[in-house]
């Protein structure tokens, strides 16, 4: 039995996951899944043709170092130590470093910018707060365990549970979160920053100003939202791609934060994002201490620059800046638009993954890597930035991202 293994699917980071051969006890069906995948990019490869790891290694040193401007993209599946090599190497090529966050939660990030955040830990949510709200998120969905583990059934040192929880889901449709919910607020699409405003608003003491009805909600349910959030001990908002990518985005981001700052004039509150990726956190907080910046980086005049759109993969494979792409730990050719898909397809694309996926088909270098959390061993940050070791729980023959990082390095500055 190998106990306190961490999940490396979500942004939960579950680390009291505990195997015995191949059955893992704790796990969700979506983390089950992850485990139980056989699917595998099986050798190297250049342009489809199975070769060694040195080969495939020089191959892609060979392709970044006549690149004029690599993009290097990705991250959010992989280790800190990985990640740490991958930013030093866009620093030493005058390259691009984006991640994940460029295409979910970079108007967070951009919000925090200029407004700070009120921030806490998932520990907070499980032994304090009784009043939780899910705005814009589904975790029920998305992070399964969110619901058990840290936030509406969770028992804490002050907490007893759903008993002691008043659980709010503010949402444009009805989610399987909603059905958990004491309060389901629907609301209209893309009204997220007038009613954050309106709460505001009524919570510092101007319900005079606020109209009949916001969002889709009438002044009469705001009021009672507001005093919902008021009446917490210790509250806590949770949200999600709902709020990040909604009319607004980063000003939406923004007027939550502004809320809960008001808040917490009259109690305590914090306010979390519902971060995807495992670890999506590490992939921006790791270049943040290494160059000041979590994502959008641009290497090309020698030193940092941070220019979300400029710097960002979509816009700088659209616009034709980057010649060479070293994607690690990620899929873009699934989720990126077409044209900056169609970019790829003509630059020469180095692939660093265990799994194949849409990019493996147009990558010209496959290098396959030991599965993070179950082949091979790092540092994460779960979804509220605490770092947490994950482990190997199998041997592998597979070298380890960060091995495969260490022999580019080497290469690359040889
Ligand atoms: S909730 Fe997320 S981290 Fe936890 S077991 Fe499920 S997939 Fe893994």
Not at 15 to 35: H, M, Q, S
Not at 138 to 151: G, W
Not at 351 to 359: A, E, G, R, S, V
Request: glycine residues 8%; neutral net charge; contains cysteine.
């Amino acid at each position: 039995m190998i106990k306190d293994v961490v999940c490396t699917f979500c942004g939960n980071a579950c680390d009291d996951i505990e195997f015995e051969g191949d059955y893992g006890r704790n796990l969700c069906p979506v983390g089950e899944a992850k485990f139980a995948r056989k699917e595998r990019i099986k050798t190297p490869m250049i342009n489809g043709k199975e070769v060694s790891y040195d080969e495939a290694i020089e191959k892609a040193a060979e392709i970044l170092k006549s690149s004029k401007r690599p993009l290097l993209y990705g991250w959010s599946s992989t280790v800190n130590e990985a990640i740490r090599l991958g930013v030093i190497i866009a620093e030493k090529l005058g390259g691009i470093y984006d991640q994940c966050s460029s295409v979910c939660h970079a108007p967070t990030t951009l919000a925090m910018i200029e407004q700070g955040i009120v921030g806490g830990t998932l520990g907070q949510a499980k032994n304090r707060a009784d009043v939780v709200v899910f705005w814009g998120c589904n975790p029920v969905e998305a992070h399964p365990r969110h619901p058990t583990r840290y936030s509406v059934m969770a028992r804490g040192f002050l907490t007893r549970g759903r008993s002691d929880r008043r659980v709010i889901v503010v949402d444009v449709r009805k989610t399987p979160t909603a059905y958990l919910a004491t309060d389901f607020y629907m609301i209209k699409p893309n009204s997220d920053f007038a009613i954050f405003t309106a709460l505001r608003s009524i919570v510092n003491g101007h319900e005079e100003a606020v109209p009949d009805r916001v969002g889709g909600l009438k002044k009469e349910e705001l009021i009672e939202l507001a005093k919902t959030l008021e009446s917490a001990k210790y509250g806590l908002v949770f949200f999600g791609l709902g709020v990040t990518h909604t009319r607004g985005h980063e000003r939406n981001v923004e007027a939550v934060i502004k809320l809960v700052q008001d808040l917490n004039k009259k109690t305590r509150y914090i306010l979390q994002p519902m971060r995807g990726h495992f670890n999506v956190v590490g992939s921006g907080e790791v270049p943040a201490w290494e160059v000041g910046f979590e994502y959008a980086i641009d290497f090309s005049r020698g030193y940092a620059r941070f220019s979300p759109g400029e710097f960002t993969a979509v816009e700088a494979l659209i616009r034709g800046d980057c010649d060479a792409a070293m994607i690690v730990a990620s899929d873009p050719v699934a989720h990126f638009p077409k044209k900056a898909v169609e970019r790829l397809k003509k630059i020469p694309v180095i692939q660093i993954d265990p799994h194949p996926n849409l990019t493996t088909k147009i990558a010209d270098v496959v290098i396959p890597t030991a599965i993070v959390g179950i082949e091979a061993e790092g540092t994460i940050y779960r979804m509220d930035g605490v770092p947490l070791r994950v482990k190997k729980i199998k041997d592998t023959n597979y070298p380890t991202d960060v091995e495969i990082m260490e022999k580019l390095l080497e290469k690359i500055v040889r």
